[in-house]
């Protein structure tokens, strides 16, 4: 029997696919990365996804879990053939509890469609699921537990691990585990830390109990320019040095505002060098003394102006702004390529001068917009990939970013993952007893190998079908 | 096979996405199949594959493309502007343009000629709705009006503004050009009215390029002069404001920055309109029509006008879709009943076990919300029942 005939068995009509739009269409995430697809399954239960990981193992298939494929590091990319296993139909919110502020969702849940249907089921409460990727109206709780992601409010409320209580797993031999509890920590080993953030490699959660957290109660939201991207990056130090942790503190250098404020029209101050978007949160009287030692920290470092949202409209626009911002890149040119290495805050202002100089050398532009606050750098590299060579350069230049990035101190990720992007730089993080304990943790959880293979961990063998994007071709 | 090669695209407008998937969550059919395929960014990604790759149009591709309903709730999503309707609009006519990979059933361009024909289809619709009331036709539409009332007549030789009445528009719902007429009586203005006459939006959404053209060329004729152009119909507004585009004359051009939906005219005169008095200000749900809220954008003035008279309720879905789609309801009826699903759901949240009627300035989406038993009134018929009048 072939994989094909054996994955339909289990399915439901047209929820397998191996037509050429699909196979094209699901070989490749929201990176350019490009692999190769062998089927496409899109299943609705958790006992379907059972029947196709068994399916994958009888086979000597592997398999790769993706959501809405709006990864950025070619975590959802299929290599050697493998099944896709499309988890968007999987999307219903299962069960809120507001009493003790926790949900158990699908792994296809919108990230932003968990928030509101919690306003729905009960604006009383208000409660929010705390991690807000900027790609939150698009991404999957799904996604997010692979990547522990993060997003503009995690400065404060933690990263995606810290948002997630329990997770039931499909393993790669097609069994379902729990892993962590509703209640309070578990004994033994933390399975469930372990698996968030494992990139699929672990294996495909199909059901996740999230923790909701409270609105705050009074929020501001002020947007500092400056004349210099090092002023302003010394703003972000300052304000965390005089005891401030704000809810978010975003920046945005010129070409960013320049791209954004022709999508968004919020007059945002495109002659200024950068931006800080800095959000307070608690009570009134805390709220207002921290918004005012920040506007005066920022003045001091340089700040021409300081705007403060009036209104929730306007700090909706504000926030739009930044979270649309790698969307409205093809304002300047058509294609961008990015890291997210997290260096630490007082070495944001020299790794960013250093950033600007390797692309002038290189002769790219590249903006910045990224979490300043926990040092989480998003440099864009943006390019027409129509331009001869262009690439090289690219790739080129992100490998130095990398680099300065590692040798400030810092990590090769943030929030986007590892997956096929970073995973050549590990080794300049870690040594191979690191790499061993890690490959030893994988197969711990999958020891057939099959839950998607050959990301995150470097392996000596050549990725046969793997292209970064062919010539003549466009993804 | 096809002997469709490329698909004659602007290469910059297709360079233009960047995959990021912002589109993803406001596209109505992805979100009912969860497809990569039936996605803005999958049908974008498929474009280019026949346009830069030599992929043939094959069905496949076909499928992925004649499937979106060009609603257009893609473009106010998207940060970099990419023009999607103007790149699906591109592919449906270089689909139609090849025998071969027609989607179109035989009897939509007959039935679309027919919409050319108005006294042909004040007959015919009457006829409709005859055999509806004996029993003879039985498909799951809402009852069409068996009288619509005399047609709107001009109320000055040389109007300050013209009502333009469309094809069905004018067989279905007279009742909203009446209600159009007096409000702009009751701002102390006079209009022309431009008289049975098809704007050519279906036939452009179909790829049916050459009878588009006709028709608005004979649209053009009929209103004359430089008087503002109001229509009370979101999808024929729409093709009205994109003469300029397919026809490409200066003279289109000049005609179509005439062309106002009615609210976008009346929210600026709101001063002139008095709400009767009434002891309790009723509460309303707004639908808003994807050709008013993502093409024209101009939702905003119709809920100025709605909210003269009425509290607004919203649904919560961001706009997102009813499936009507001009021809699509008739062309893809099951995924238009999925959408359709999710939208009656929406309004059902929203009434949340009140009693409170639905508003929508466009009859597609009347007459498709009406088929899954939703009761939908055109907001001008709401306001007109609501102000008081001029001349009654």
């Given at each position: 029997m072939t994989l094909i005939h054996d994955l339909t068995a289990g399915l439901p009509a047209g929820a397998v696919t191996i037509d050429r739009v699909d196979t094209m269409l699901y070989a490749h995430d929201a990176s350019d990365f490009v692999g190769r697809t062998g089927a496409v399954c899109f299943p609705e239960t958790t006992e379907q996804v059972c029947h196709v990981v068994r399916t994958c193992a009888k086979h000597d298939v592997p398999f790769v879990a993706r959501g809405s494929g709006t990864g950025l590091a070619g975590g959802a990319t299929p290599l050697d053939g493998a099944v896709v296993i499309v988890l968007t139909r999987m999307n219903r919110i299962l069960e809120i509890d507001p009493i003790n502020r926790m949900a158990w969702v699908e792994p296809g849940v919108l990230n932003l469609d968990l928030t509101r249907g919690v306003e729905q089921s009960d604006d009383l409460f208000g409660l929010h699921f705390a991690p807000d990727p900027s790609s939150q109206q698009s991404c999957t709780i799904g996604g997010n537990v692979a990547n522990n992601s993060g997003g503009p409010h995690c400065l404060a409320d933690g990263v995606t691990s810290a948002h997630v209580?329990?997770?039931?797993?499909?393993?790669?031999?097609?069994?379902?585990?729990?892993?962590?509890?509703?209640?309070?920590?578990?004994?033994?080993?933390?399975?469930?830390?372990?698996?968030?953030?494992?990139?699929?490699?672990?294996?495909?959660?199909?059901?996740?109990?999230?923790?909701?957290?409270?609105?705050?109660p009074h929020v501001r939201t002020m947007l500092l320019d400056f004349e210099s991207v090092r002023a302003g990056a010394d703003t972000v130090g300052a304000i965390i040095a005089a005891g401030i942790v704000p809810a978010a503190l975003e920046m945005m250098d010129k070409l960013c505002l320049q791209a954004v404020e022709a999508y968004i029209h919020a007059g945002l101050p495109v002659d200024a060098a950068a931006v800080l978007l800095v959000e307070v949160t608690g009570l009134p009287h805390q709220v207002e003394a921290e918004a005012d030692l920040i506007a005066r920290i920022g003045r001091e470092k340089g700040a021409r102006h300081v705007r403060v949202a009036q209104d929730e409209a306007e700090r909706a626009l504000l926030w739009k702004g930044r979270k649309t911002a790698f969307g409205a890149i093809a304002r300047i040119k058509p294609n961008y390529y990015l890291h997210d290495t997290v260096v630490p805050r007082g070495a944001l202002p020299e790794v960013l001068d250093r950033i600007y100089e390797i692309a002038r050398r290189h002769e790219l532009l590249v903006l910045n917009v990224f979490h300043a606050g926990d040092g989480n750098l998003h440099p864009l590299l943006v390019f027409d990939r129509r331009e001869p060579g262009v690439l090289d350069r690219v790739h080129a230049a992100g490998e130095e970013i990398v680099r300065v990035s590692v040798e400030a101190g810092g990590v090769l990720s943030g929030e986007h993952g590892i997956g096929l992007e970073k995973k050549d730089f590990m080794p300049l993080l870690f040594d191979d007893h690191d790499l061993s304990a890690q490959i030893a943790v994988r197969h711990a959880f999958d020891p057939i190998g099959l839950a998607n293979p050959r990301k995150v961990l470097p392996s000596p063998a050549a990725c046969g079908d793997l292209r970064h994007v062919p010539e003549g071709a466009w993804i | 096979m096809s002997v469709v090669t490329g698909l004659d695209l602007v290469d910059d407008q297709l360079a233009s996405c960047v995959g990021c998937g912002l589109c993803l969550p406001h596209c109505p059919t992805y979100r009912v199949t969860g497809q990569e395929r039936h996605s803005p960014r999958g049908r974008i990604a498929v474009m280019r594959a026949v346009q830069w790759e030599g992929q043939s149009l094959d069905d496949d591709a076909v499928e992925s493309l004649s499937t979106c309903i060009q609603c257009r709730g893609c473009e106010p999503a998207c940060p970099s502007g990419v023009p999607y309707g103007r790149l699906i609009e591109g592919a449906k006519i270089a689909i139609e343009s090849d025998p071969s990979l027609r989607q179109n059933p035989r009897w939509l361009r007959p039935a679309l000629r027919m919409l050319g024909h108005h006294r042909l289809l004040l007959v015919g619709s009457r006829i409709l709705a005859l055999a509806q009331r004996i029993g003879l036709f039985r498909r799951r539409w809402p009852r069409l009006p068996l009288r619509g009332g005399p047609a709107l007549r001009s109320s000055a030789a040389d109007p300050d503004v013209w009502i333009f009445t469309g094809c069905v528009m004018d067989a279905w719902s007279r009742p909203s050009h009446r209600a159009a007429a007096v409000l702009i009586e009751t701002t102390g203005s006079t209009f022309g009215v431009s008289g049975g006459g098809c704007c050519g939006a279906l036939h452009a959404h179909a790829g049916l390029t050459a009878d588009a053209r006709r028709l608005a060329l004979s649209i053009m004729r009929s209103m004359p002069g430089s008087a503002p152009i109001l229509v009370d119909s979101a999808g024929c507004g729409a093709a009205l404001k994109d003469y300029g585009h397919l026809l490409g004359t200066s003279a289109a051009a000049e005609f179509s920055a005439r062309v106002l939906d009615v609210h976008e005219w009346l929210a600026p005169r709101l001063d002139h309109l008095i709400p009767v008095e009434t002891d309790r200000r009723p509460t309303v749900i707004v639908q808003e029509p994807c050709h008013l809220r993502h093409v024209q954008r101009a939702h905003g003035p119709m809920r100025e006008v709605v909210a003269l008279v009425a509290d607004i309720v919203d649904t919560d879905d961001d706009g997102l879709c009813c499936g009507a789609g001009g021809a699509f309801s008739m062309l893809q009826p099951e995924l238009a009943a999925r959408v359709r699903e999710r939208k009656v759901a929406a309004i059902d949240r929203a009434r949340a076990d009140r009693q409170l009627m639905v508003v929508s300035a466009n009859p597609g989406c009347a007459q498709h919300l009406g088929a899954a038993g939703v009761d939908v009134v055109h907001p001008l018929e709401f306001v007109a029942d609501r102000i008081v009048r001029r001349n009654p």
């Open positions: 209580l329990a997770c039931e797993v499909v393993l790669s031999d097609g069994s379902i585990v729990l892993l962590g509890s509703e209640g309070s920590e578990d004994d033994g080993l933390d399975l469930r830390g372990a698996f968030v953030g494992s990139e699929g490699m672990f294996g495909i959660a199909t059901k996740i109990c999230v923790r909701l957290t409270q609105n705050p | -």
